[in-house]
């Protein structure tokens, strides 16, 4: 394939290929402008009955069952000892141009090969209506392949309903840049873990982690980017990753990384999430945020961290353990909007109240890598893209690890 070009292909088991041109005349053309009548449904079995969702049914599942690759990256890129993978929630890319300077510039962030992004918009007002993938692609020269999780029938939660605009397409999803070639490039669907039309954000689709392999001059590495469900059960967790184990090969290099939401929470639910967090105020704020949000292995996730070593992944060597990759800050607005869609707001007083001895902020490590089969080294969690700054680039620290293309696994 030329530089430049971009391309989508069915997922396994589907029966046609369409170009990313053709995805984005279907969703313009034939899905958009039908957008409105399906956003009022209040559920997805409120959807599946909706005589207009046989209709389209066919066409959201050509849209989401595409995954888009492109070229901009060289052919030969030169052979080293070691690669540096990154893995990143760009939060919807709402920070664009700011993380392209990043990526260019950043000591860490310049260096790296492999990329790892988890929530991308493609056409998304929130988001100045980019195709965040293929620009980060294009403007630093990698192949990229996008995995579409979600057709938005709204702007999104929280305070992206008060952007500007509207929406051009409404497609969300996970990347793998690599500057590197890539190849056998699919997406693993995940199982929901919440209905994506009860609430306020309206989506159709569901998690996907984009898998590809990099091919190095002298390794072939496996690598899946991977977005856990925030609104599931602990176990619902585990369940999705495990899929994305079940999908890659069962031996060999392989790396997975991204953002899996180890809360400790099962949020599933409103009610479950305020009776686990009643539950921690009774363990102690100090003690839960020591031992449990940033060790959720020990205890509330325990059965995600106990799958990935069964199967041969190393995530304790691969990982700052202990070391936050997001805090939470209830008095900031946007966090405060979100939360309230599904939180009721009698909680936030005791929230505060928690978190008084740590200026209203809860640390967590909800961001990730897994690795088996290959050397690594240098795990490092990245906070400058995001403390310190009156803009942050993101709600996320991004998180770092060396790929040894002649090591063994420690």
């Known amino acids: 394939m030329q530089a430049g070009t971009a391309t989508s292909r069915e997922q396994p088991g589907g029966v046609h290929e369409l170009t990313a041109g053709q995805i984005r005349r279907i969703v313009r053309e034939e899905l958009a402008p039908r957008f409105p009548e399906l956003a009022q449904c209040r559920s997805m079995r409120e959807l599946h009955e909706h ?34 993978v990154l893995a990143w929630n760009i939060e919807r890319g709402i920070e664009l141009r700011r993380q ?11 260096t790296c090969d492999v990329l790892l992004l988890t929530e991308c918009d493609i056409g998304m007002a929130r988001s100045g209506n980019m195709d965040v993938p293929r620009e980060l692609a294009r403007e630093l020269g990698f192949h990229y392949a996008f995995a579409p999780c979600y057709i938005n029938l709204a702007k999104g939660s929280g305070a992206e309903h008060e952007v500007d605009g509207e929406n051009e397409l409404g497609l969300h999803g996970n990347a793998l840049l690599s500057r590197y070639p890539i190849r056998n490039i699919r997406a693993i669907g995940l199982e929901n873990g919440r209905d994506k039309m009860s609430g306020r954000e309206k989506r159709v689709g569901r998690q996907a982690a984009a898998v590809a392999e990099v091919v190095f001059p002298n390794l072939t590495l496996a690598a899946a980017c991977v977005h856990l469900d925030a609104n599931s059960t602990q176990d619902h967790r585990r369940g999705q990753l495990e899929m994305v184990v079940d999908a890659l090969p069962a031996t060999g290099p392989a790396v997975i990384g991204g953002d899996w939401n180890t809360t400790t929470y099962n949020s599933s639910t409103a009610f479950h999430a305020i009776m686990g967090y009643a539950l921690r105020v009774l363990m102690g704020p100090d003690n839960v945020i020591r031992n449990h949000y940033l060790h959720p292995y020990r205890k509330f996730e325990r059965g995600l961290f106990e799958m990935l070593e069964r199967r041969g992944f190393d995530y304790r060597n691969a990982n700052r353990l202990g070391e936050h990759t997001i805090y939470y800050e209830f008095d900031n607005e946007r966090t405060f909007k979100a939360l309230a869609e599904w939180v009721p707001l009698w909680c936030f007083p005791f929230i505060r109240w928690a978190l008084r001895n740590h200026n209203g902020r809860c640390p967590l490590k909800i961001d990730w890598f897994a690795a088996r089969g290959v050397g690594f080294a240098n795990p490092v969690v990245v906070h400058d893209l995001r403390e310190g700054l009156d803009r942050p680039l993101s709600d996320h620290d991004a998180i770092g690890l060396d790929v040894l293309a002649g090591g063994t696994p420690p």
């Open 51 to 84: 005589p207009l969702h046989a209709t389209l049914e066919p066409l959201i599942h050509k849209v989401l069952g595409s995954t888009e690759v492109g070229h901009f990256g060289p052919s030969n890129p030169p052979e080293r000892d070691s690669y540096r």
């Open 100 to 110: 392209i300077d990043a990526f260019r510039n950043h000591p860490y962030l310049k």
